[in-house]
């Protein structure tokens, strides 16, 4: 809720100030490219917001799934750049046995051998025959996951888009700024 309040206080706070600024027509290119950017920006960083929030409503919907007790059945590690963890696993619902892979939302960036480290730590703890909790979607069985928690990257999302929308903001109150004392002296 307060996500949203903040997004709906950047685009009523956005509007204006970006009115007022193309509004004071003055004849500096330097300006109007900052004001450019400043809107990227701004757009940039609601963009993030609004798939921040997507995000975490599809983790929202996933959060009646059941848990259920399920058996690594393979793990390795995967790729050839980008290493991460494979864990296949099976687990049983009303009788019937169900069989799925995780990559265990490991990251995919930093360096090589880091990537590698995480995926050798996840696939050394989570050997062939090791019970592990499956969370599994009552409505569909067959979706399933290891992980049962937002993805990493949301919140980095969010944090990137506040921060890109609040830049984008101060760059605009600066350039109308500017353009308002710009606009004084060459009246005075």
């Given at each position: 809720m307060f996500l949203l309040f903040a997004l709906m206080t950047i685009l009523v706070m956005a509007a204006p100030l970006s009115y007022a600024g193309w509004k004071l027509k003055i004849p500096s290119y330097m300006n109007n490219y900052k004001l450019i950017f400043s809107h990227l920006l701004l757009a940039l960083g609601l963009f993030l917001i609004i798939d921040g929030m997507h995000s975490l409503e599809m983790f929202a919907a996933r959060k009646n799934w059941q848990k259920v007790t399920g058996t690594v059945t393979e793990s390795r590690i995967a790729g050839k750049r980008a290493y991460h963890p494979e864990i296949k696993f099976t687990y049983h619902v009303q009788g019937k046995t169900y069989h799925n892979v995780s990559d265990m939302d490991a990251p995919g960036f930093g360096t090589k051998a880091a990537r590698r480290q995480v995926a050798r730590e996840w696939v050394n703890s989570l050997q062939p025959g090791d019970s592990i909790?499956?969370?599994?979607?009552?409505?569909?069985?067959?979706?399933?996951?290891?992980?049962?928690?937002?993805?990493?990257?949301?919140?980095?999302?969010?944090?990137?888009?506040?921060?890109?929308?609040?830049?984008?903001?101060?760059?605009?109150?600066?350039?109308?700024?500017?353009?308002?004392?710009l606009k004084k002296e060459l009246n005075v």
């Open positions: 909790s499956v969370w599994f979607n009552p409505d569909n069985p067959a979706q399933s996951e290891l992980i049962h928690h937002p993805p990493w990257n949301t919140y980095m999302k969010y944090g990137a888009g506040i921060f890109f929308s609040a830049l984008a903001l101060a760059f605009i109150v600066v350039g109308i700024l500017q353009r308002l004392s």
